[in-house]
């Protein structure tokens, strides 16, 4: 039989993000598209190889031998054509195009307000598409070439990405109303030990977030804990709700403290810091407008020390 010739670099996109969720209905919410289009552009494109590239089970979802072989040489070439495609529309003298960036939740920092207020006063008709994801997604994205850059707070950084610090910033820890240490001024960290707490997930399974591991450890709190999130969000509602106590970066819980929805406790020096870094692929070359928008971040941080 003779080899047919794959064409619809559509289906070939559609595959890579199949493989990338594990499932058909995650895939679908990603494209937004319904799932039975889904389905039917990854039996269209099993149809055209002739081979059967996924497993689709009750209850399990898994790439064949061709899917995975497939899905190495595919996620390179869709890379490869979106970076392209970028790049063009930005041929000109004119700024155009699409700054794609990825970033950890709440990314708060005078000098991320000040680079997008002044890109966008300079570039008018540059587009953002801001993606919010957890820190081993947004690491994966870049390295892979997904993404030219993206801002994270970062403990342990890997060899191949490069890292430029854009600020600092200090966690606190908080409780709601519903606790029995809100409004109290007498405490001390000893009073803490066996205290139910929420976490993010990079403080307990991991050294992303160093700093504030080691402080959850000093502290002495109870274990297993009462609640995590990778969402800084979340993690206030569970705070709130009264789950336990939780480290929340300072700036963030400004206005619920201020509101009465939160109490500082202590420790109340600048403590578990953590460091935001601009991080970028060497392998990668950003688009134009995305360049101009790395070199003005880069600009207002110089200027800054």
């Excluded at 497939?70 to 700054?99: F, M, P, W």
């Excluded at 950890?104 to 890109?119: C, R």
């Excluded at 450890?217 to 709130?240: C, H």
Aim: proline content about 5%; some cysteine; hydrophobic content about 40%.
């Amino acid at each position: 039989m003779a080899k047919r010739q794959l064409t619809n670099w559509n289906l070939l996109h559609v595959f890579v993000v199949i493989a990338e969720q594990q499932s058909l209905s995650k895939a679908a919410s990603v494209l937004g598209r319904g799932q039975p289009a889904i389905s039917a552009a990854l039996k269209r494109l099993e149809d055209q190889l002739n081979c059967e590239l996924a497993y689709r089970g009750p209850k399990e979802f898994k790439l064949t031998e061709a899917g995975i072989a497939l899905y190495q040489e595919a996620r390179d070439i869709c890379n490869s054509v979106e970076r392209v495609s970028s790049l063009i529309s930005d041929v000109g003298s004119q700024l155009k195009g699409t700054v794609n960036m990825v970033m950890a939740s709440h990314m708060v920092s005078p000098i991320l307000d000040q680079a997008f207020q002044e890109f966008h006063d300079d570039h008018v008709n540059v587009s953002f598409s801001l993606s919010v994801l957890r820190i081993p997604e947004i690491l994966d994205r870049v390295e892979r070439g997904m993404n030219s850059f993206g801002i994270a707070p970062i403990s342990k950084m890997r060899a191949n990405l490069d890292y430029f610090h854009l600020y600092r910033e200090y966690c606190g820890f908080f409780c709601g109303q519903r606790h029995r240490f809100f409004g109290r001024t007498d405490l001390t960290p000893e009073d803490f030990e066996g205290e139910k707490v929420v976490t993010y997930p990079s403080a307990v399974f991991s050294d992303e977030l160093q700093s504030i591991a080691e402080m959850r450890q000093m502290m002495k709190f109870a274990d297993p804990f009462a609640g995590v999130s990778n969402n800084t969000e979340e993690l206030l509602r569970l705070i709130v709700a009264g789950f336990g106590i939780g480290p929340i970066p300072i700036h963030v819980a400004e206005r619920e403290v201020r509101d009465g929805v939160l109490w500082r406790l202590p420790p109340y020096e600048n403590t578990m810091a953590v460091d935001v870094y601009l991080i970028t692929n060497p392998d990668v070359r950003p688009n134009r407008s995305e360049q101009t928008f790395i070199s003005k971040l880069r600009q207002l941080v110089d200027e800054s020390l």
